[in-house]
């Protein structure tokens, strides 16, 4: 039975004008209702601008085919990056879907073959991915990936409230509001201490004193996404979905900004820090942009407040000292296995952020 329907199944490189099936298969795998979990977009014009209007180049996208439908899909985005100080392109697979009626059918290993084959011919020899439980043991154990550090979400309780209103029984309910009252709100008490050395500000649009920022601060980041005003404008202002983008000026010029976005985590508004960026010469720079996203996102309504980490990170001291202290859900990454580039494999090098991973 197995082996007729592998016989049947059929596999392309998906075009432009197929993104529908994707977008239906993600959707019809989604687990929870968007009321309880929405990170990101699954809608058409997400995968449009995801993997067609990337300034990087096109995403190499494969996919599997049963009877007209599309059964499962594999994607690899490719981004412009730092690597140890010099410019290349390596790829961020996403995406990786096999429809439950049709998994371990061996699928997924004909379509990551497809995908890195294309990926290969157009240079790309070097990636990274933030894979599932499910796919954790298939990439590590199996295709033999790197593990180079272990990352996780570092956060801090914005508000009590909001947070124990999502509780569902009474008696936990009573006991946490309780608990919200006698506490006050620690968060609150830091802002009123508060005192700004810089001017911090919103902004719309991401213009050339971003190229000029990420010119000069790039020394102090040797593995990192390339976070030019092109790269900035189509993460952040070109994605269906909502950033909030925060600017710190000194003597009328950027020195760092800070990008949030709201999500919805076990029913919890949850403010994300997506990318926090600046140039490491200006004392408490970043210290002042984290302490100013979490402001907003506070006034915004969320519970709670989170970043990527990891131990010994470019950012780890720094959302210590802004509060992020408590650690929580494991977000596992891996590094592709036969990547020659000089300390790709250094993890002390990587600056790493939430908008790295793609998923929100
Ligand atoms: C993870 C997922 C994509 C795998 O798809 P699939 O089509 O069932 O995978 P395959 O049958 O092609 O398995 C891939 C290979 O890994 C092997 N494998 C499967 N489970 C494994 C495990 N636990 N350890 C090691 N190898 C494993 C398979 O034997 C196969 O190798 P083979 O082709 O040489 O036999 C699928 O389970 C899925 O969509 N899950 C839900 C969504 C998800 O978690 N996506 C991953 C997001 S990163």
Redo the contacts with the bound molecule.
């Keep these: 039975m197995k082996d007729d329907i592998k016989k049947e199944i059929t596999y392309k490189y998906l075009k432009e004008d197929e993104l529908n099936g994707i977008s239906r298969l993600i959707k019809s795998?989604k687990k929870q209702s968007d009321d309880i979990l929405y990170i990101r977009n699954n809608s058409i014009e997400y995968y449009q601008w995801m993997y067609f209007n990337n300034p990087a180049g096109d995403a190499v996208i494969a996919s599997a085919w049963h009877k007209g439908v599309l059964i499962?899909t594999f994607a690899l985005a490719p981004k412009k990056a730092l690597i140890n100080g010099t410019e290349m392109i390596f790829g961020k697979p996403m995406d990786?879907?096999?429809d439950p009626d049709?998994?371990?059918?061996?699928?997924?290993?004909v379509l990551t073959k497809m995908v890195f084959e294309e990926a290969y011919k157009k240079g790309i020899d070097a990636w990274f991915?933030n894979?599932?439980g499910?796919?954790y043991?298939?990439f590590k154990?199996?295709w033999g990936y790197k593990e180079l550090f272990e990352m996780f979400f570092r956060y801090r309780i914005l508000n009590l409230k909001i947070l124990a209103s999502t509780i569902k029984t009474e008696k936990s309910k009573k006991a946490a509001l309780k608990a919200a009252a006698f506490f006050g709100n620690p968060f609150v008490s830091l802002k009123r201490n508060k005192n700004y050395k810089y001017d911090i500000q919103k902004t719309e649009y991401f213009d050339q004193r971003f190229d000029e920022l990420w010119e000069r601060a790039k020394k102090d980041y040797k593995n990192a996404i390339v976070r030019d005003s092109t790269y900035l404008n189509w993460r952040y202002n070109e994605n269906p979905d909502k950033y909030d983008p925060y600017i710190l000026l000194s003597g009328g010029k950027i020195y760092g900004y800070v990008v949030t976005k709201n999500t919805l985590r076990r029913g919890v508004k949850t403010g994300e820090i997506m990318d926090i960026f600046y140039d490491r010469d200006l004392p408490d720079a970043g210290h002042e942009l984290l302490l100013y996203a979490q402001e907003r996102l506070y006034e915004q309504g969320c519970g709670v407040c989170q970043a990527w980490d990891f131990e010994d990170s470019l950012l780890s001291k720094l959302y210590l000292k802004a509060g992020l202290k408590k650690k929580r859900a494991i977000v596992k990454t891996l590094f592709s296995p036969d990547c020659e580039i000089p300390n790709f494999y250094n993890k002390e090098h990587w600056l790493m952020t939430e908008s790295d991973g793609n998923d929100v």
Aim: net charge positive; aromatic share 10%; hydrophobic share 40%.
């Design positions: 795998m499962a990786m879907f096999t049709y998994q371990g059918l061996s699928i997924m290993s991915i894979p599932s499910n796919s043991p298939i154990n199996k």
